[in-house]
């Protein structure tokens, strides 16, 4: 959650740190800070650490253009540990100040290394689990950087990934992982050190990720990697793909207004050349499944978190019904720890925009572990759940750096849908059925391009006026059934995390077994209610809360007058069959949570707490 960035190399570290840790800030952004091994006042090297609470440019007003050193680790934190203090940003420094590190993750054992360290005489200065790394490193310190590290670090249980600079070393940066990830990066005579390539992709294109339990001695020249136990290890260097570099603004004003209108162009990628219209079928060829092996598929489950989640559920809605394969999706953290019966013929999803979330990791090594497939429905190219899973998709949503995840969203759909259809084509669809459902697919984005040229940025209309009855609620309740049901829990996550508006979302016929309740006079309740089998049911649910005094935002298939004629709001929205709905649909609530957000002052691209990619459990 937090982002690392180190370097070693000829030049000035610190604007390049800076910059670095400029673009890892969606990852966390709660403080910031760095350690430069600079020239000393009298003799040698010695350490400048500077750290600053609140976000990254707080930091580079603290940091002189003039700032020496030519090795360095710089550092965003996203606090788990310890509130959002100076003296809780990281680096955290041993004693005698000549040993730095920071660190992502949680260390497990911390209290008892502290308790242990301190009947020894260490002083600590912040709450931080993360302390006592540098503390355990110095007391291991004999002249070696890396025997020191890996001496500490067999001492610790939990999850790390970790940069460490000394005093006593110029040229040298120690750093390993564990559960957290780390890319390193070759330069010409430099050496970059990231927890994201997106930190290093301006500086370098030739990296190799370190794997678990893995530490690496970085100079210059280059390092070498090393598992912790000593044994030592080769990586290939990797390319990074070019959707690393397209990561700016623009003309837009936030990343998320900007990833909204990117989506007709983000799905376009995800379907390319996987749709195929001649056989009405679907081509992953990422799954790596013959049409043998997907007939011997039992049963789909599909893992993710927050909105990934939400995207699996729509999948494993359309796994049943296109592919008639029993499917679920389920929360990750849930599945990971609760068990689960894992069969030989069961085939797991894992999807993440990030490629990261620590339960998402989690859940894929417990399916694992039990002889389940596991393959990735993943946006990070090289990340580590991708990497982990060995086989799966890319949905090519490029890079997305809002907090709120939107265009991943939809792109994790579609792949879920274009992998329900190849299995749907193998298993029971002709190829007229097979074609329609993929033609209507493949028509999608232009039918969101369409729909975004008069919505997106419109000042005044149904999204304005739905906007103005949401902020000023004290609770908003969202209702769908079938896929809109799913559609009804991510409208509400990006309610909450943008705008910070309490809401509820609800499969709409389960409102009256107890949570109708709280609708009283003005609760304002959006309503998705395509022109789907269960569009007549979900309109006599709607009455049920209008019936009670609910304002209802009501978002429909273009067309339905019917319906729109229940709504105090009504948004329209291009056909679609039923279960591609939510490629639609979800524009709306997408823009209802930026615009709210945007009306009440909220740091819409870096919400409160929140970080982009949860690398803790
Ligand atoms: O990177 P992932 O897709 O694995 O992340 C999962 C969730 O943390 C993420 O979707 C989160 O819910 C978003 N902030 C929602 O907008």
Redesign the pocket.
């Known amino acids: 959650m937090c982002g690392i960035v180190g370097y070693v190399g000829g030049r000035k570290a610190a604007q390049l740190l800076l910059d670095g840790l400029r673009r890892l800030e969606y990852r966390g952004y709660d403080s910031a800070g760095l350690a430069m091994v600079a020239p000393g006042a009298s003799d040698g090297f010695g350490l400048e650490v500077i750290r600053r609470v609140g976000h990254v440019a707080a930091l580079m007003e603290a940091v002189p253009a003039s700032q020496a050193g030519s090795t360095g680790i710089g550092h965003t934190r996203w606090a788990t540990h310890g509130g959002v203090t100076e003296a809780n940003a990281h680096p955290h420094v041993d004693g005698t100040e000549r040993i730095a590190v920071i660190h992502n993750g949680i260390i497990e054992n911390f209290a008892a290394l502290r308790d242990h360290l301190q009947e020894e005489g260490v002083v600590f200065r912040s709450e931080t689990d993360s302390e006592v790394l540098p503390h355990l490193i110095r007391k291991f310190y004999k002249g070696d950087p890396l025997e020191a590290a890996r001496s500490a670090l067999a001492l610790v249980h939990g999850t790390w990934g970790i940069a460490v600079v000394f005093a006593d070393h110029p040229g040298v940066m120690i750093a390993a992982r564990n559960g957290s990830p780390l890319v390193v990066g070759k330069g010409d005579g430099e050496t970059f050190l990231a927890s994201d390539p997106h930190a290093i992709a301006n500086y370098t294109r030739q990296v190799v990720y370190l794997e678990d339990r893995e530490i690496v001695k970085i100079t210059r020249e280059g390092w070498e990697i090393s598992r912790l136990d000593g044994r030592p290890v080769s990586h290939v260097l990797h390319e990074l793909g070019i959707e690393l570099g397209s990561s700016e603004k623009g003309l837009f004003p936030h990343y998320m207004l900007k990833e909204i209108h990117e989506q007709p162009e983000s799905l376009s990628r995800c379907l390319l050349g996987r749709v195929v219209p001649e056989t009405g079928g679907a081509k992953l060829g990422g799954f790596d499944l013959s049409p043998r092996d997907i007939v011997g598929i039992r049963r789909v489950g599909i893992l993710?978190?927050?909105?990934?989640?939400h995207a699996g559920q729509v999948g494993a809605v359309a796994m049943e019904q296109l592919a008639r394969l029993p499917a679920f999706a389920e929360i990750a953290s849930e599945f990971r720890y609760r068990n689960p019966v894992i069969q030989a013929d069961d085939l797991f999803l894992a999807?993440?925009?990030?490629?990261?979330?620590a339960d998402?990791m989690g859940a894929v090594q417990e399916a694992q572990t039990k002889g389940g497939r596991v393959m990735g429905v993943v946006?990070v190219v090289g990340s580590s759940?991708a990497r982990t899973c060995g086989r799966g998709v890319y949905v090519h949503s490029g890079p997305e750096i809002a907090?709120?995840?939107?265009k991943?969203f939809t792109s994790q759909v579609a792949a879920l849908l274009v992998a329900a259809l190849m299995f749907g084509r193998t298993r029971v669809l002709g190829p007229g059925e097979g074609r329609a459902f993929g033609d209507d697919l493949l028509a999608v984005p232009e039918r969101m391009a369409g729909w975004l040229d008069t919505y997106g940025m419109a000042h005044h209309g149904p999204i304005i006026d739905a906007v103005e009855l949401l902020t000023k609620a004290r609770f908003v309740f969202f209702l769908g059934r079938g896929v809109s049901a799913a559609v009804a829990m991510e409208g509400a996550?990006?309610l909450k995390?943008v705008a910070y508006i309490p809401c509820m979302s609800y499969p709409a016929a389960e409102m009256k077994h107890g949570p109708i309740a709280l609708i009283d006079a003005n609760t304002p309740v959006v309503a998705i209610v395509p022109n789907d089998l269960m569009r007549d049911k979900t309109l006599s649910n709607v009455q049920e809360v209008r019936a009670r005094g609910a304002r209802v935002i009501l978002i429909h298939t273009e067309g339905d007058h019917e319906a729109a004629r229940l709504a105090e709001v009504s948004i329209p929205v291009p056909k679609a069959s039923a279960l591609i709905t939510p490629l639609l649909t979800v524009l709306p609530l997408q823009l209802f949570a930026y615009r709210a957000g945007l009306a009440l002052g909220r740091d819409i691209d870096r919400p409160r707490n929140?970080a982009?990619?949860?690398t803790v459990e």
């Open positions: 993710g978190c927050g909105t990934s989640y999807v993440s925009q990030s490629g990261e979330t998402t946006n759940i907090v709120a995840s939107t991943a996550l990006k995390e929140l982009k990619s949860v």
